[in-house]
C-alpha cells in the first residue's frame, strides 16, 4: 500500500536531472551529451548546480540559459546564498526571470573550500529561508527548496531542521527535493514526520546512481548520508569504471526506485554527475509509467 497518498495522483512516472557546470571543454562536452541522452526520458525539468561558495555562477547561467533557448525541457537555476550580496542575488534572478527562466532551486548552499561552516556574506542573505522571501519579492518564481531525510550536516535535531524546512514552504517554496539517500525506509519515516508538521507540498526523492563508490562515499561522508552495509559489499572487489561496477549501480539504483514506486512514488530526481549510463540502464524501469506530458504546475510533481 502506498506510504504517501498524495504523491502523484496520475500513476506516471515523472523524473528531472540534476547536471553540475564545467570547468574544461571536455567536461562542458560530457555535460551535453549527458543532457542529449537523457532528453527521451522526457524529464519534467533539469536542474544547473551552483559550485560551492557559488564559484561557477557564470557557467550556471551560461548552462541554463542555453537549455533554455533549446526550448526541449524547462530548466532550473541552482541560486545560493554564499558569496553574493541581496543586491546581486537580485540582479541574477531579475536576469534569470527576463530570460525566461522562472524556477529557481533555492539553498543556502555549501561554504567555500577550507571553510568549516556558512559565513553570513556582507550586505547577503542568512540562509535559505531568506533567499526564497527575497526571491518571491522580486517577481513570481517557482521555488524548489532542499530536505534533509537524514538530518542536515548542521542540524541542531530533528525538529529543528522541520521548523526550518517548515519555514522554507511558508515563504515560497512549493516542492522538497531530497538530498540523496540510500534507505528507503529513512526516506518514508522523514515524509511522515514532514506531514504531521503541517508540510503539504510535493517531497521528491533525490536519486544519486553510484557511478564511482569512491567519490560516493566521500560524498556520503560529508553529507551524512549512510550507505547500507549491503551496498557497501556488492561494490568489494569491483573496480570502479569497469562493466561490473556499472551493472552493479544500474542494480542498485533500479532496486531502490523499485522499492520506492511500489509504496506510491512516482517522482525521482537524479543526481546525474553529468553522466547518463546508469539512469539509462534504468530506461525500462522508468518507461513503464512514465509521465510524457510538459511540466504542468508549480506542483505538478509529486502532487
Known amino acids: 500500500m502506498p506510504r504517501d497518498r498524495d504523491l502523484n495522483p496520475g500513476g506516471r512516472i515523472a523524473v528531472s536531472f540534476e547536471f553540475f557546470p564545467p570547468k574544461s571543454e571536455a567536461m562542458l562536452a560530457s555535460l551535453w551529451r549527458a543532457y542529449r541522452n537523457l532528453l527521451p526520458l522526457k524529464p519534467t525539468f533539469v536542474s544547473v548546480t551552483y559550485g560551492a561558495g557559488g564559484t561557477t555562477r557564470s557557467r550556471t547561467h551560461k548552462v541554463v540559459n542555453n537549455i533554455q533557448r533549446m526550448a526541449h525541457v524547462r530548466p532550473a537555476a541552482h541560486l545560493t546564498c554564499v558569496g553574493s550580496s541581496r543586491a546581486e542575488i537580485r540582479d541574477i534572478a531579475q536576469n534569470y526571470f527576463n530570460d525566461g527562466v522562472t524556477h529557481i ?47 542536515h550536516p548542521e542540524s541542531q535535531g530533528v525538529q529543528s531542521d522541520l521548523d526550518h524546512l517548515k519555514r522554507k514552504c511558508d515563504a515560497g517554496a512549493v516542492r522538497l527535493i531530497t538530498q540523496f539517500f540510500f534507505n528507503t525506509e529513512c526516506f518514508f519515516r522523514f515524509c511522515d514526520r514532514v506531514r504531521a508538521c503541517g508540510i503539504t507540498v510535493p517531497i521528491v526523492p533525490g536519486i544519486l546512481p553510484i557511478a564511482n563508490f569512491e567519490q560516493i562515499a566521500r560524498f556520503s561522508a560529508n553529507c551524512g548520508a549512510v550507505i547500507p552495509k549491503a551496498i557497501i559489499e556488492k561494490f568489494e572487489g569491483v573496480p570502479d569504471g569497469s562493466s561490473e561496477a556499472r551493472k552493479v549501480a544500474v542494480d542498485i539504483a533500479s532496486g531502490q526506485c523499485s522499492d520506492l514506486i511500489s509504496q506510491g512514488v512516482k517522482d525521482f530526481h537524479f543526481y546525474t554527475l553529468n553522466r547518463s549510463d546508469i539512469i539509462l540502464g534504468m530506461r525500462d524501469l522508468l518507461n513503464q509509467r512514465h509521465c510524457p506530458s510538459p511540466f504542468p504546475s508549480s506542483l505538478g510533481v509529486g502532487s
Open 105 to 151: 532551486v533555492a539553498l543556502r548552499g555549501d561554504p567555500p573550500k577550507k571553510t568549516s561552516s556558512f559565513q553570513l556574506y556582507r550586505g547577503g542573505y542568512g540562509g535559505s529561508v531568506e533567499l526564497i522571501k527575497g526571491l518571491m519579492e522580486i517577481a513570481e518564481f517557482e521555488i524548489t527548496a532542499g530536505a534533509y531525510p537524514e538530518g
